[in-house]
Nanobody
Framework: QVQLVESGGGSVQAGGSLRLSCALS????????IAWFRQAPGKERVFVAG????????AYTQTVQGRFAISRDNAKSTVFLQMNSLKPEDTAVYYC??????????????????WGQGTQVTVSS
């Protein structure tokens, strides 16, 4: 079983920055993908960024490319999402998730096995 706990959400003005954290605990395979998704009110949950555990390859959705960065601290089993130049359209609940045994970074939420509880990010104009 894997547990994920997000933190770091909040309210900022457009152009500001936030850093989200996802603490991972429990047993994981040596190969997995950990990713950030977001869900705005009335919309589906969508992929934001992901990282593969063994290759450290990363992937981003186009709308955050160049503004967001995913990274990890292996010693603390924590994954971060640094969000810069935030826009009102980035407002959403952000979730981290794990796709067990993954060989690639998928943007399909249905493939992810474990989810955190989410953290709210609100960007005002």
């Amino acid at each position: 079983q894997v547990q994920l706990v997000e933190s770091g959400g909040g309210s900022v003005q457009a152009g500001g920055s936030l850093r989200l954290s996802c603490a991972l605990s429990g047993r994981t395979d040596s190969r997995y993908t950990i990713a950030w998704f977001r869900q705005a009110p009335g919309k589906e949950r969508v992929f934001v960024a992901g990282m593969h555990s063994s290759t450290a390859n990363t992937a981003y959705t186009q709308t955050v490319q160049g503004r967001f960065a995913i990274s990890r601290d292996n010693a603390k089993s924590t994954v971060f999402l640094q969000m810069n130049s935030l826009k009102p359209e980035d407002t959403a609940v952000y979730y981290c998730a794990v796709d067990r045994f993954a060989t690639v970074i998928s943007d399909n939420a249905r493939l992810y096995d474990y989810w955190g509880q989410g953290t709210q990010v609100t960007v005002s104009s």
